[in-house]
């Protein structure tokens, strides 16, 4: 632990409860931009004062290292509320699962608590182009659906979305 860095956990990070009874922790790490040994400085040095909430994506190709991270905490996976992303291009429900079992391979854990589409309509997310593939809500839905019913994800919702 940082000896100069006071332990928030106490003080700041209270939970807000979920319409099925869950909470989530308020205030989280979001790691986009983050890579390598940045972020699992960063996502090292968040659980250290009292960080719970991690924020990642697929599409931000650092999972392995926020994994590293918390291993190297010795945090039990029980008191991390972990979220994840699938891109747009992979909200077909074949593709969905598939990115699912990449996010969870990355990041060590035998479920995540969040698992959200990320920028699921034709936004500009730094570029003209659309998602490559547009899949029908249902499709999508039912991949997600089948994801949390075999207890891979706690809870299912949108990113980005407009």
Known sequence: ML????????NMMTHEKLSDGGDIPMIGLGTA???????EQATKWALEI??????S???YRNQ????????QTGIQREDLFITSKVWRDYLSYEKALRQCNEILDQLQMDYIDLLLTHWPC?????????PENVVPLEETL??????HRVG???HIGVSNYS
Not at 33 to 39: A, E, N, P, R, V
Not at 122 to 130: E, L
């Open 122 to 130: 034709n936004a500009n997310v730094r570029s003209a182009k659309g």
């Open 142 to 147: 039912a991949a997600f659906n089948e994801i």
């Open 33 to 39: 931009g983050l890579q390598g040994d940045k972020c």
């Open 152 to 154: 891979k994800v706690k």
């Open 64 to 71: 392995p290292a926020i994994a590293t991270a918390i291993k």
């Open 3 to 10: 000896s100069s860095t006071p332990n928030l956990e106490d």
């Open 50 to 55: 009292g960080y719970r909430h991690i924020d």
């Open 57 to 59: 994506a697929w599409a």
